[in-house]
C-alpha cells in the first residue's frame, strides 16, 4: 500500500495561515491503515490545529470529513458541500488525493497535509518498510521475489556492489543489502543459475524517468 | 483549596480505569482526605479505551491539565491497556510540544485499586502543578466546532 | 437516538448521611430545569429492596427510559440497580451512575463546592444517559467438552475432577508415558505413598474412566475459535485428529536448571543436582560411596525456588533416615509459603539438620582431598567464617518454563509473565484463569509450584472449567462492541491489538468481527482503530465527549 505519514505541525499551520474556514479532509484506504490519514488522524490533526489557532488568537474554523477513497471523483463529490463551505482544503490522503480534489474543485486551494513516502508492506504493527518502486518493468521473477531497484540503495541490477557487508548496505548500515537477500533466497528456491545470467541495462523510460505516466484498458472503457 | 490569590480553581480531567484508579480513587474516598474539586474522574474499562482524541478535546473545551490514570505496569488487568495508553499519551505529548501547549498539563500516572494514599498524591500534585502553571492558554468556547 | 428520551434521577442521601455534606434541594433545583428529566427523587437507600422496588414501579409508571443515579460508587451496587431495571422492563445498560459520595461529598469538605461539583457530575451522568443503547443479552451453546494439554500431575487431576463432573476430557501428553516430574522424585514426604505407586494408581483410575480419552505422544498444531467452542487439530502419533472443545486446560509443567554461572563451578560425582539426587535415592545402585556428610545449597540459581527448598529438606531427610549422614542446608531466606512446608522444616530441625544462613556473599566451594569444601561468612556468626567438607553437594536450580513454551504461548496467544511463565488473569483472584476466556491454566505452568499445590491446582482448574460450562450454554452481551463494517478498512490493528484474541475477519462482511463470548469489554480496540469503525458501547466516543462539556462551563 502507499505509506505517508503527516508533516509537522508547524508546517501544516504555516500552510493554513491565512484562511478563515479549512476542511480536513481523510482518506479511508492506505493512510488509514498506515495511521496517516484516516478518520481519527483527521478527527486528532483537526483538535489540534483548533487548539493551536485559539492559542495563537487565530480565528479559523476547521470542519472534517472522510470519505472512502480521494482518488475517485464519486467519493470526492461527496465532499462539495463542505468544500464549498470553506476557503482551503487540507487532504490527509495521499499526493495522488490531494491532486484529485484539485482537480475536481478547481476554485479552492488544496493543501497536503501528508509526505506521500513509498509503497510498501507492513513489517509488524506499526513498522511499513519499501518494497516497490513503480518502476513500471518489473523483473521480480529474476530475482526471488525481491526487487533491487526499491531496496538496494544503488537501484543495481547485477549486485552486489563492492561495499556490500555481512549482508547490510554499505550506504546505510541499518539496511539489509538487496543482493545479500537476492542471493539467499534464490538458494533457497535452487534458482542460483540465474544469477548467472546478467540482467541488462533498465530501459527507464517506463519508469517515472520516461516521463507522466497513464493506463489505459479499452475494454474497461464504459 | 487550591485556589491561588487570584482565585484560579484548575479544572482537570482524570481518565481513570475502573479497575485501578477508579477504586483507589473511592478508597481515597472512604479516608475522607480532601482534594481539589476542580479534578473531575471520568470511568473508562481500561486506560487502552483513552484516545489521543479525547486527550486533545479536553483541551479544546477547557480543560487546564489532563491525567490519565491506568494499572500499574506489567499488571494491567487487561494485559496491555496500560502500555497502549503510555505510547499514546506520549505522541500527544508530541502534538501538545508542537502547539505551544506545556507537557506538565498532561500526565500519565501507574497506580494500583489500593493505593489511596498514591491516588491523593497524584491529583493533589497535579492540581498543584496546574495552579502553578496557571489557567490553560486555550480559551474554552472559541472553538469554531 | 429516535426516541423521546425521558430520564429518571434517582438520588440517595445514604441514610440522611450525606445531606451534611451536599444540599440535595438545591441539586434537585438545579436539575429540575432540564426538560428531558421526568423524575427526580431522592431516597435514603436505593440500595434497600425498599428502595429498589419503589424505583423500579416508578420507572414503569412514568416510562423513564433512561436512569440517572446519584448515589455511592458504582462498584457497590452498580448490579442492584441493573436488576432493579431489568426487573421493571428497562434494558439494563440504559444506567449512567455519578459517585457523588465516594468522589464527591466525602472528598471536598466546604458544602457549596461538594454540591457544585455534584450537581456537575449529574449533567455528565445526565448528557451520557441521553446517548446510551440497551446491550442486549443472548445465550450461547458450548461444548462441554474439555481439552487438557499436558499429562502431569496437574493434568491428570484435573482430568479426573472434570470426568467425574461429567464431562467428556481428552488428556494430551507429549511424551510416551504420564506423570511428568512426578516420575522423577524419589518421594512425596510427608505423604508415605511413593510417587511410583500414586501415579500408578492415578493412571489405573484414569484409564478406567470412560469419558477420558488420554493421547500419549501427541502434540499440538493449532487452535482457532472462542471459550466455548475451540477447535483444535492435534498430532497424534502418525495422524492428524481435529477436535472441538469447550475450555482448555494448560497443564504442562516446568522445568528446572542449574545455573552453572552463578555457582562457577561444574557438575561432577560429588556436585550434583537435586533431580541426580532423587535418581539416587531411588535406586539402590547409584551411590558411588555412602554419604556421611551432606550439603544441599539454596538461594544462589534462583532466590525463589519453592522446589529447590522442598527437595533439599525431603531429601536430607531420607539421607538422615537411609544413611545417618549429617545433613547441612545452607540458605539465603527460607521461604516456607506453601501448605506443609512449615511443618516439614520444623521436623528437618528437630531431626538434627543444621543450617546456615548467608548473605549477599554467596558461599565458596573448593575441591580438596576428593572431598567438597564450603566456606562462607555466615550472617549470624559475624565474620567468623565456617568451613565444612561434604562427601556430597547438592546444589539448587532454577525453575524455568517447559520446553516449548514460547510456542504454546502463541498458538494458545496466552500471555507470559515477566519470568516467561503463564500468566494468571489475577495471581490473587483468578490464579487458574488465563488472559482468555475459556483457557485455564493449572500447576507449575504458571508458578513455581510443586505436589501437593499442583494437585489442588488441576482441581481448581476444573472447577472453574465446570462451572462455566455445565450449564451448556453462556449468558453473553451482544454488541458490547459494535463494528461498522463499511468504514472497516482491514487493516488489523484491532486484531493485533486484542489482549484477548476476541476479534476475527467476517469473511462475508470483510470486515472485523468481535467475538462477544470471549470479549472482556476492555475497549482498546476501539482506542486504537484508524478508521474509527469500531466503538464500545457506553464508552463511545460521544458517551465520553460530552462528559467532557463540564469543561466549558465556569466552575
New interface residues.
Given amino acids: 500500500m502507499i505509506v505517508g505519514e503527516r508533516k ?3 508546517e501544516i499551520r504555516k500552510m493554513i495561515n491565512g484562511y478563515k474556514k479549512v476542511l480536513v479532509a481523510g482518506c ?2 492506505c493512510v ?2 498506515c ?1 496517516a490519514g ?4 483527521v ?2 490533526i483537526a ?2 490545529l ?7 488568537g487565530d ?4 470542519s472534517e470529513a472522510t470519505i472512502q477513497r480521494q482518488c475517485d471523483i464519486e467519493f470526492i463529490q461527496e465532499l462539495k458541500e463542505k468544500v464549498e463551505q470553506a476557503d482551503a482544503v487540507l487532504s490527509m490522503g495521499c499526493g495522488a488525493g490531494v491532486q484529485t480534489i484539485a482537480e475536481t474543485f478547481g476554485g479552492k486551494p488544496v493543501l497536503p497535509a501528508l509526505n506521500t513516502r513509498f509503497i510498501g508492506r507492513t513489517e509488524e ?1 506499526g513498522i511499513w518498510s519499501e518494497r516497490c518502486a513503480a518502476c513500471g518493468d518489473c523483473i521480480l521473477h529474476l530475482t526471488g521475489g525481491i526487487c533491487p531497484i526499491a531496496r538496494c540503495s544503488k537501484s543495481i541490477l547485477n549486485g552486489p556492489c563492492g561495499g556490500s557487508k555481512d549482508g547490510k548496505c554499505e550506504i546505510k548500515s541499518e539496511v539489509d543489502c538487496a543482493w545479500q537477500l537476492i542471493y539467499d533466497r534464490l538458494k533457497s528456491l535452487g534458482q542460483l543459475d540465474l544469477l548467472e545470467k546478467i540482467i541488462p541495462v533498465k530501459d527507464w523510460s517506463a519508469s517515472r524517468d520516461g516521463g507522466p505516466r497513464k493506463q489505459v484498458r479499452e475494454d474497461m472503457k464504459l | 483549596m487550591t485556589e491561588n490569590k487570584n482565585g484560579f480553581s484548575p479544572k482537570i480531567a482524570a481518565f481513570c480505569c475502573f479497575h485501578s484508579a477508579y477504586q483507589a480513587a473511592d478508597m481515597a474516598g472512604a479516608t475522607r482526605h480532601a482534594y481539589a474539586d476542580g479534578i473531575y474522574i471520568i470511568r473508562v474499562p481500561c486506560a487502552g479505551k483513552v484516545e489521543g482524541l479525547h486527550i486533545l478535546q479536553a483541551f479544546e473545551k477547557g480543560a487546564d491539565g489532563v491525567l490519565v490514570l491506568a494499572c500499574p505496569e506489567e499488571s494491567c488487568h487487561f494485559i496491555s491497556g496500560n502500555i497502549r495508553a503510555k505510547k499514546r499519551v506520549n505522541h500527544i505529548l508530541q502534538v501538545l510540544e508542537e502547539i505551544g501547549l506545556e507537557p506538565e498539563r498532561l500526565k500519565i500516572f501507574n497506580l494500583a485499586s489500593n493505593q489511596a494514599l498514591r491516588f491523593l498524591q497524584v491529583v493533589n500534585g497535579m492540581a498543584q502543578r496546574i495552579k502553578d502553571l496557571g489557567p490553560s492558554p486555550i480559551k474554552a468556547g472559541n472553538s469554531g466546532r | 437516538m429516535a426516541e423521546d428520551i425521558k430520564l429518571g434521577v434517582y438520588l440517595c442521601d445514604c441514610g440522611g448521611t450525606l445531606s451534611k455534606e451536599i444540599d440535595f434541594p438545591e441539586i434537585q433545583s438545579r436539575l429540575e430545569k432540564i426538560p428531558d428529566i421526568k423524575h427526580i427523587g431522592l431516597a435514603h437507600s436505593l440500595c434497600s429492596t425498599g428502595d429498589l422496588e419503589r424505583t423500579g414501579s416508578e420507572i414503569g409508571e412514568k416510562g423513564i427510559n433512561r436512569v440517572v443515579i446519584g448515589a455511592c460508587s458504582p462498584r457497590l451496587y452498580e448490579a442492584r440497580f441493573m436488576g432493579a431495571m431489568e426487573k421493571s422492563g428497562l434494558n439494563p445498560h440504559l444506567l449512567s451512575l455519578a459517585n457523588i459520595r465516594e468522589q464527591c461529598a466525602w472528598v471536598h469538605p466546604h458544602r457549596s463546592k461538594a454540591t457544585q461539583k455534584a450537581v456537575k457530575q449529574l449533567e455528565m451522568a445526565v448528557k451520557n444517559a441521553r446517548f446510551l443503547e440497551p446491550i442486549e443479552g443472548e445465550a450461547v451453546s458450548v461444548n462441554r467438552d474439555v481439552l487438557i494439554i499436558g499429562g502431569g500431575i496437574s493434568g491428570m487431576e484435573a482430568a479426573l475432577a472434570l470426568s467425574e463432573l461429567d464431562h467428556k476430557v481428552t488428556l494430551l501428553e507429549r511424551e510416551k508415558v504420564l506423570g511428568g516430574r512426578l516420575r522423577d522424585l524419589h518421594s512425596l514426604y510427608p505423604l508415605e505413598v511413593t510417587p511410583e505407586a500414586l501415579l500408578t494408581k492415578k493412571i489405573e483410575v484414569l484409564n478406567k474412566r470412560a469419558n477420558i480419552e488420554v493421547m500419549t505422544q501427541a502434540e499440538l498444531l493449532k487452535v482457532e475459535g472462542q471459550l466455548g467452542n475451540f477447535k483444535v487439530q492435534i498430532r497424534a502419533g502418525h495422524s492428524q485428529i481435529t477436535r472441538s472443545f469447550g475450555a482448555l486446560v494448560v497443564a504442562t509443567g516446568c522445568d528446572t536448571r542449574f545455573a552453572k554461572e552463578k555457582y562457577g563451578l561444574e557438575l561432577s560425582d560429588e556436585i550434583i543436582t537435586p533431580l541426580q539426587l532423587e535418581r539416587m535415592l531411588k535406586s539402590s545402585e547409584d551411590w558411588p560411596k555412602i554419604p556421611q556428610k551432606i550439603g544441599f545449597l539454596l538461594d544462589i540459581s534462583d532466590e525463589f525456588s519453592r522446589i529447590s527448598t522442598i527437595s533439599a529438606f525431603r531429601n536430607g531427610l531420607a539421607a538422615k533416615r537411609r544413611f545417618g549422614s549429617e545433613v547441612y542446608i545452607f540458605c539465603k531466606n527460607l521461604k516456607l509459603d506453601t501448605h506443609g512446608m512449615e511443618r516439614i522444616y520444623r521436623e528437618v530441625r528437630n531431626r538434627g539438620v543444621i543450617f546456615f544462613k548467608f548473605g549477599e556473599k554467596k558461599p565458596e566451594i573448593s575441591r580438596a582431598n576428593g572431598q567438597i569444601n564450603v566456606q562462607l561468612e555466615d550472617l549470624y556468626l559475624g565474620k567468623e567464617r565456617v568451613n565444612l567438607s561434604f562427601d556430597l553437594l547438592v546444589v539448587d536450580e532454577q525453575v524455568i518454563p517447559q520446553k516449548g513454551f514460547e510456542n504454546l504461548a502463541s498458538l494458545l496467544h496466552i500471555a507470559l509473565d515477566p519470568r516467561s511463565f503463564y500468566q494468571p488473569a489475577n495471581v490473587h483472584l483468578y490464579p487458574v484463569a488465563s488472559n482468555r476466556k475459556g483457557i485455564f491454566l493449572a500447576g507449575s505452568c504458571r508458578a513455581d509450584l510443586d505436589f501437593p499445590d499442583t494437585v489442588a491446582d488441576g482441581r481448581a482448574a476444573a472447577e472453574a472449567v465446570h462451572q462455566l460450562l455445565f450449564p451448556g450454554e453462556i449468558w453473553v452481551d451482544v454488541r458490547k462492541v459494535m463494528v461498522d463494517a463499511d468504514k472497516c478498512v482491514l487493516c488489523l490493528t484491532c486484531i493485533r491489538s486484542c489482549p484477548h484474541r476476541a476479534i476475527e475477519v467476517d469473511p462475508v462482511k470483510k470486515a472485523a468481527k468481535v467475538v462477544d463470548v470471549a470479549c472482556q469489554g476492555c475497549g482498546i480496540c476501539a482506542g486504537e482503530c484508524p478508521a474509527k469503525a469500531i466503538q464500545l458501547n457506553g464508552f463511545t466516543d460521544q458517551e465520553i465527549g460530552v462528559q467532557l462539556e463540564f469543561l466549558k462551563e465556569a466552575v
Avoid at chain 1, 38 to 41: F, L
Avoid at chain 1, 50 to 56: E, I, Y
Fill in positions: 509537522s505541525l508547524e479511508g484506504t488509514t491503515v495511521f484516516g478518520e481519527k488522524e478527527a486528532t483538535s489540534a483548533r487548539l493551536a489557532a485559539q492559542k495563537g480565528a479559523v474554523e476547521i504493527q
